[in-house]
């Protein structure tokens, strides 16, 4: 149970960097997009190329410090499930924030409330903590050697 703690505890840490590094990146680019593109535009094209830096970043990381290599694995089918895997959260990341957008634009009250930047804030938190259980779930299942 202190192993699974530990690994627990990386996990969040590599997913906290990965996660500043993706939002940094789709906030500013939803930032700069929201005056030529639509909103829902804009926040598919921000968080696409967010959350795939931020999957480079984070399969170097966590197969170096979180999850135990299966050996007999080799490292391109490792990437290659790793980015499958991803590509699986990618798309729950976009659906959420199209999701939470479309509910934003029905809103008269969230319109009020929120401006478009914090609002897409508030939606890539919401996403990010969906996809943060998928992943270590799914991670953890295809990726790690059993012991």
């Given at each position: 149970m202190k192993k699974l703690f530990a690994q627990i505890i990386k996990f969040g840490f590599v997913g906290g960097l990965c996660f500043l590094i993706d939002f940094v990146i789709s906030t500013a680019l939803f930032h700069i997009l929201?005056?030529?593109?639509?909103r829902n535009q804009a926040t598919a094209v921000g968080g696409f190329f967010g959350f795939t830096i931020s999957v480079i970043v984070n399969y170097i990381l966590s197969m170096k410090f979180v999850f135990a290599r299966k050996e007999d694995m080799?490292?391109?089918?490792?990437?290659v499930l790793f980015l499958i895997l991803s590509v699986i959260g990618l798309?729950?990341?976009?659906?959420i924030l199209l999701i939470c957008s479309t509910i934003y634009d029905n809103?008269?009250?969230?319109?009020?409330?929120?401006?478009?930047?914090?609002?897409?804030?508030?939606?890539?938190?919401?996403?990010?903590?969906?996809?943060?259980?998928?992943?270590?779930i799914t991670r953890k299942i295809f990726l790690e050697q059993k012991a």
């Open positions: 929201i005056n030529t593109l639509s080799s490292r391109k089918k490792e990437f798309g729950i990341n976009e659906v809103s008269a009250f969230l319109t009020s409330v929120f401006g478009d930047t914090t609002w897409f804030a508030v939606s890539k938190v919401i996403a990010t903590a969906i996809v943060m259980v998928y992943n270590f």
